[in-house]
């Protein structure tokens, strides 16, 4: 597998990642499909290590939202024979839920990402993703 066909692979994990969040059911395939099983997910507010209770954990932070829409840039994709690190950039919006029949203003983020993967006999995982809040408009809810 030459590097470019690798690059693209990690690349198109973490594309995946971003558009199920919004789209997609998450359940163990979506899991499986993307990770590896000691998997660690950094956000700044949270952290969870492992596959198993992933897509649980993923459910509970979704569910604070009415809607989601999260947008990713192109990543920066450097691979080492079976291991890789990528870099990107995402801004979300999320969609806060109605309160007493009122529309209440999005809580915003731009994010920094950095993450690891493997190449397992599944094909590629991510190992590690983590996320830095690097702006923030609105407010989540509380």
Known sequence: MSINHAQAEVSSLLDRYVLGLDYDKLDDEWAYGLFTNDVLIEFPISRHTGIEGLVEYHQKALSMWART???????????DGDRATLRANMTAVRVLHEQDGETRPHYSTGTYITGDAVRTERGWRLSRLSFDLIWKTGNPPA
Do not use: A, E, K
Request: net charge neutral; glycine share 0%.
């Open 69 to 79: 829409h999260h947008v990713n840039t192109p990543s920066i994709v450097s691979v």
